[in-house]
């Protein structure tokens, strides 16, 4: 997965819309996108997401299952692939962006990280080494790419970072943050984490992108 980036250009076709590039690193891929989602989009999202919020979890690594972790005290909920329209509409423009097929992603998931709620640095692929991988690979196969999207702007803080390259991302509604990591290795560069919301509260909506397809 990647957007079609060429030489200057200031936006990507993303299906329904241009997308614009705020800024691109090569090595590890970053992009950061403006205007990937609207206002009445975001509302709409953090709208139907907000009934159906519970703590957010992690995988467990000895069995591939999930659980409740200290390192992540967001709340968080999925859509379905292709629940609502308005779900479809945005997995069709993030398929078209990233030149990926719509079933090769897994739900959207939206979260919500109140004042002092954070994610600590992490990877989003399945360590092999790991035992419970092997349950979690057999649905559509290893993550290879990440998108975030904020659905707000907080009023302090919950910058998504990067610790191996120094760079953090300042969340801002409608705005997108893409990384991708070809292999499950540390060598990838892809260590991230949202750091705690100081003031307010954050909102996000993110899609994990597999190898295959993901059911």
Same mark, same amino acid.
């Given at each position: 997965?990647?957007?079609?980036l060429?030489?200057?250009?200031?936006?990507?076709?993303? &299906?329904?819309?241009?997308? /614009?590039?705020?800024? #691109? @690193?090569?090595?590890?891929?970053?992009?950061?996108? $403006?205007? +990937? !989602?609207?206002?009445?989009?975001?509302?709409?999202?953090?709208?139907l997401?907000?009934a159906?919020?519970?703590?957010?979890?992690?995988?467990?690594?000895?069995?591939?299952?999930?659980?409740?972790?200290?390192?992540r005290?967001?709340? &968080?909920m999925?859509?379905? /692939?292709?629940?609502t #329209? @308005?779900?479809?509409?945005?997995?069709?423009?993030? $398929?078209? +962006? !990233?030149?990926?097929?719509?079933?090769?992603g897994?739900?959207?998931?939206?979260?919500?990280?109140?004042?002092?709620?954070?994610?600590?640095?992490?990877?989003?692929?399945?360590?092999?080494?790991?035992?419970?991988?092997?349950?979690?690979?057999?649905?559509?196969?290893?993550?290879?790419?990440? @998108?975030?999207?904020?659905?707000?702007?907080?009023?302090r803080?919950?910058?998504?970072?990067?610790?191996?390259?120094?760079?953090?991302?300042?969340?801002?509604?409608?705005?997108?943050?893409?990384?991708?990591?070809?292999?499950?290795?540390?060598?990838?560069?892809?260590?991230?984490?949202?750091?705690?919301?100081?003031?307010?509260?954050?909102?996000v909506?993110?899609?994990?992108?597999?190898?295959?397809?993901?059911?």
């Amino acid at each position: 997965p990647q957007p079609a980036l060429a030489d200057a250009a200031n936006t990507v076709p993303a &299906g329904d819309r241009e997308v /614009r590039i705020v800024s #691109a @690193l090569k090595d590890p891929q970053i992009v950061v996108f $403006a205007n +990937l !989602l609207d206002e009445a989009e975001c509302d709409e999202l953090v709208a139907l997401a907000k009934a159906r919020l519970t703590r957010s979890e992690t995988v467990e690594l000895d069995t591939g299952g999930s659980e409740v972790n200290e390192a992540r005290t967001s709340e &968080g909920m999925f859509f379905h /692939r292709g629940e609502t #329209a @308005l779900v479809a509409r945005i997995e069709a423009r993030i $398929a078209a +962006l !990233l030149q990926w097929p719509v079933e090769n992603g897994e739900g959207l998931q939206i979260l919500r990280y109140r004042t002092g709620a954070e994610y600590k640095p992490h990877y989003d692929y399945f360590d092999p080494a790991q035992a419970g991988s092997a349950t979690i690979l057999q649905r559509g196969g290893q993550r290879l790419a990440s @998108l975030v999207m904020y659905l707000n702007t907080p009023a302090r803080g919950g910058a998504t970072t990067f610790p191996d390259i120094g760079l953090d991302v300042m969340p801002m509604r409608g705005h997108a943050v893409f990384f991708s990591y070809p292999r499950p290795h540390p060598d990838t560069r892809t260590l991230h984490g949202g750091a705690p919301v100081q003031e307010g509260e954050k909102w996000v909506a993110t899609k994990w992108l597999r190898q295959g397809r993901f059911d």
